[in-house]
């Protein structure tokens, strides 16, 4: 699968999710080391997003990113295939392989 070029961006503003969100964040993921060392590494999770779009949370491995945000990348362009608006809500499922 080629990624679209460019993610979705997601508040967490939820307490449970962001505690779940944290917690992936320590697990183990798909490290991505990339070629130009002017970009950062990243750590990748397969989701299912509003069960219909197989896709990745991606999270950048710098210091300072904000806690509550995810970023999501896929084959398609999610906001556009997903009709999504700006405070739309959305379900990420995480697939655990």
């Known amino acids: 699968m080629d990624p679209y070029p460019g993610t ?17 964040k320590t697990k183990k993921g798909i490290e991505i080391t990339p070629d130009e ?3 950062c590494s ?3 999770y397969p989701v299912l997003i509003n069960g219909q779009i197989d896709g990745a949370i991606i ?8 806690e509550n945000k995810m970023e999501l990348i896929a084959s398609e362009n999610i906001k556009k295939a997903l009709s999504l608006k ?3 809500e959305l379900e990420v499922e995480i697939i655990k392989g």
Do not use: M, R, W
Request: glycine share 2%; charged share 25%; net charge negative.
């Open 8 to 24: 979705l961006n997601l508040e967490i503003i939820d307490k449970h999710s962001l505690k779940t969100f944290k917690e992936l």
């Open 42 to 44: 990243a750590q990748c």
């Open 59 to 66: 999270f950048p491995l710098v210091n300072d990113y904000p």
């Open 37 to 39: 060392p002017s970009f």
């Open 86 to 88: 700006p405070g739309d």
